[in-house]
Nanobody, 128 residues
Framework: QVQLVESGGGSVQAGGSLRLSCAVS????????MAWFRQAPGKEREAVAS???????????DYADSVKGRITISRDNAKNTVSLEMNTLKPEDTAMYYC??????????????????WGQGTQVTVSS
């Protein structure tokens, strides 16, 4: 049984930082691409970042243009966790953030359809 459990959401002021984590079980971790998506009220779900392992300690990460330079995705292959370090947060970053898992060969990293498993979401609220 695949499980993705997010944690770390909360409320911060603009310019602040948050770190989201996602604990994953039940997947072939080595061949799994992990991603974070977000969905704001009234908007479509959008990709934030993804990461997969090429070989030991070598990763490929992709980011949405809107978060480049402010957000860093990382994964801990020993603990099967993926994290999202978010800095210089803006009110427009306010959304429900979802952890997602899919095959590293699953196509365009930014498409929700590339991921088969999803977490329950964690809320991030940034006030101005």
């Amino acid at each position: 049984q695949v499980q993705l459990v997010e944690s770390g959401g909360g409320s911060v002021q603009a310019g602040g930082s948050l770190r989201l984590s996602c604990a994953v079980s039940g997947v072939n971790w080595a061949n799994t691409r992990m991603a974070w998506f977000r969905q704001a009220p009234g908007k479509e779900r959008e990709a934030v970042a993804s990461i997969y392992t090429v070989m030991s300690n070598m990763y490929v990460a992709d980011y949405a243009d809107s978060v480049k330079g402010r957000i860093t995705i990382s994964r801990d292959n020993a603990k099967n966790t993926v994290s999202l370090e978010m800095n210089t947060l803006k009110p427009e970053d306010t959304a429900m953030y979802y952890c997602a898992a899919g095959s590293r060969y699953g196509g365009n990293w930014s498409r929700a359809s590339a991921y088969q498993y999803w977490g329950q979401g964690t809320q991030v609220t940034v006030s101005s």
